[in-house]
């Protein structure tokens, strides 16, 4: 599910934990930002449980994390928040 705001998106990826094996990755692809309005990337995440991954976030086409979390962060929702510096016109932000 992904809904549009005038503040921006919200994200709900609902799975079976019976279907999940050590090792699996999802990758996350926003649609097309404006570098011009976007000085930010704010966004909150739960990452709780003894068999937490790791989250990464970074632009589309660079391969260097804008920011990263590993492990179990206890079991409340946190905020997150990136500076954005972007030289391109246009970008993706993916999450994996």
């Known amino acids: ?21 050590q090792g699996q990755k999802a990758r996350l692809v926003s649609p097309d930002i404006s570098s011009g ?13 003894t068999f937490v991954g ?8 660079n391969d260097e994390p804008l920011w990263q979390l590993i492990g179990d962060q ?10 954005l510096k972007v030289a391109e016109k246009t970008f993706q932000v993916c999450y994996l």
């Not at 309005?37 to 449980?49: E, R, V």
């Open 37 to 49: 309005s976007a000085h930010c990337l704010q966004f909150y995440y739960y990452m709780g449980g």
């Open 54 to 61: 790791e989250l990464i976030v970074y632009i589309k086409k």
């Open 1 to 21: 599910m992904l809904l549009l705001s005038l503040t921006g998106f919200y994200l709900n990826i609902p799975f079976n934990f019976l279907d999940i094996t």
């Open 74 to 83: 206890g079991s409340v929702w946190k905020e997150g928040v990136i500076p």
